[in-house]
Structure formats: C-alpha cells, structure tokens
C-alpha cells in the first residue's frame, strides 16, 4: 500500500565522462519513457554535447529532457541534495561498496517489509527507523571504462545488472533504461502511480535531514587533511583507510549537524597537531596499516 504523507525521493541520472552524443540522447529517451528527466552529464567529451545533432536526433522525442540538462565540471556539483548513490559497476571492487541487484536493492531500499524475502547476498542492510533517502543518483562511467573506483567507492551500492556473464556488456542506453525500469517499479510500490518517477528537484532550499553526497565528501576531505596532521594517515602510503571511511560515513547516513559536528572534530585535531611542541603535520610514523 503506498505510504501516506511521504514524499518520494528526487531521482537523478549521472552521465560520467560521456564520449559519444548519441548515447546521450538514447539516455535522454530511456529516462523519458520511465518519467525521469534529471539529467546531469560530468566532464562530457563534447562541451555542446546537448544540442550536438546526433543528442537531438538519438533523443526522439525526448528533447525537453536534454533542454533541461546541465553540464558540470565535477561529480561533487553533479550529486549535490543527492543523499543515496548507486553506482553501476559489473566488476566488485575491494573495500567498496557492497554490489547489489538493482531490482533487489531497490525494493529493499524503499520497501524495507518486503527486503527479508531476498538471499542475504541481495540485500543491504537497510536500518527500518532511518528516514528514506531525500534525493537517489544513478551514476554511469565512460562508456569504455566504466566509473572509476574513487567515484565507486563514494557511492552506497554498485549495481550490477545480472545479464550473461558470457557477455555481460550493455549499451549505456540499454543499461540505464533497464535500472530505471526497476527504480519505477519500486517507486510504484511504495508510493503508487503518483510516485512512480520520483519526486521532482525541489523549486528552492529547504531543510534537509540527511547529508547530500557534497557535504560527505567535504566532510571526507577535511577528515583526510586532519588525520594527516595528527600523524594517523601517511599520504604517501594510505592503503585503504579513506574508502572505509567513506563506507563509514555512508552508512551512518549522517544529518546535516552531524556533518558539523564531525567537521568540528578534525578541526579540533588539526589545532591540537598545530599547536603541539614542533607542530605542524604530523609524521604519519610507520604510516596507515588499515
């Protein structure tokens, strides 16, 4: 039964590194047939990717979805009032996140009654008294590479459609059309016909209650600079302390005051470190074991 009184989350489609126009279009096309028009493209090939005849003519009736597109230089401004990332990865990366179903990360995301029906290795664990996510971005890699493990690793699930591992390899298009068919799907069953794309972005701030992926990865950066001061983490070795940090940070689904809070903390150990006898950075001895 569709849940009363709650709004559903905003969804948004994250193109990484894009080379080729027409698959833009095709994107464009997959997302307007499942009623999603968020689009955001990250460092494309083409500067004028959105109106590139092959985009228009790919798109099919889809051009008010590449109109409203936008172009932006960093994932940080793609994700922002963006609170749950999936990544699409065929391939697990180690200290990532965990690799998921599409269809069954979904439903147990959004319907948490139901997650208990699916094997364990299918589910993520979902904490049933923690609010729904605000905003989900769907991300996509370079067509030839797929994404990058640092743009993994931020995110709270890779996804990995299960096609034959003989040739597992998708069309972008054909990749974000099928997950997008089952985000709708999932959508439907929690929130009705009404719901079943998602929210729309919001016409102007409001008062979030969870982190956006911008501020995590602020609060990352800052974390990272206070624990090389304090002699915790050696740049030049880190091993893997940050990516577990970064799974940390998401799963604790952090509100806003939480970020300050923590951002305070490091700012604290960076002033202890600064001002500890022969201060400054710290030497990191023997460097990060984790």
């Known amino acids: 039964m569709p849940a ?44 004028d990717v959105l109106t590139r005849p092959e985009a228009v003519e790919r798109a099919s009736g889809a051009g008010d979805v590449l109109a409203r597109a936008r172009a932006v230089a960093t994932l940080d401004e793609a994700l922002q009032g963006m609170t749950h990332l999936c990544a699409t990865a065929m391939t697990p990366r180690d200290f990532g996140p965990p690799t ?7 439903d147990s995301l959004l319907n948490q009654e139901h997650a208990g ?8 664990d979902i904490d049933q008294n923690q609010p729904l996510p ?25 996804l990995s459609i299960p096609a034959d591992p003989a040739y597992g390899s998708l069309n972008l298009a054909a990749a974000v059309q099928l997950i997008a068919y089952d985000w709708r799907q999932a959508l439907a069953q929690r929130f009705g016909a009404a719901g079943a794309a998602g929210a729309p972005a919001p016409a102007g701030p409001g008062e979030a209650t969870q982190a956006d992926a911008a501020q995590v990865a602020g609060l990352l950066t800052h974390w990272r600079q206070a624990l090389i001061e304090i002699g915790f983490l050696d740049p030049a070795a880190p091993k893997k302390l940050m990516p577990r940090l970064q799974q940390l940070f998401n799963r604790a689904q952090l509100a806003p005051e939480e970020v ?31």
Not at 117 to 124: A, E, G, I, K, L
Request: charged share 25%.
């Open 4 to 47: 009363m009184f709650e709004s559903a989350p905003r969804t948004r489609f994250v193109l990484i590194e894009t080379s080729h126009a027409g698959n833009v279009g095709a994107v464009a096309r997959a997302m307007k047939v499942m009623g999603f028009d968020d689009l955001v493209l990250v460092r494309p090939r083409w500067a």
């Open 100 to 106: 998921r179903a599409p269809r069954e990360h979904f």
């Open 117 to 124: 029906q699916y094997p364990r290795r299918h589910t993520v």
């Open 134 to 158: 605000e905003g989900v971005a769907l991300l996509f890699g370079p067509e030839r590479y797929g994404m990058a493990n640092e743009d993994v690793y931020r995110c709270h699930v890779a």
């Open 260 to 290: 300050h809070i923590l951002r305070g903390i490091a700012r604290a150990m960076q002033q202890a470190a600064r001002h500890a006898p022969g201060g400054g950075a710290g030497t990191a001895a023997g460097g990060d074991k984790r």
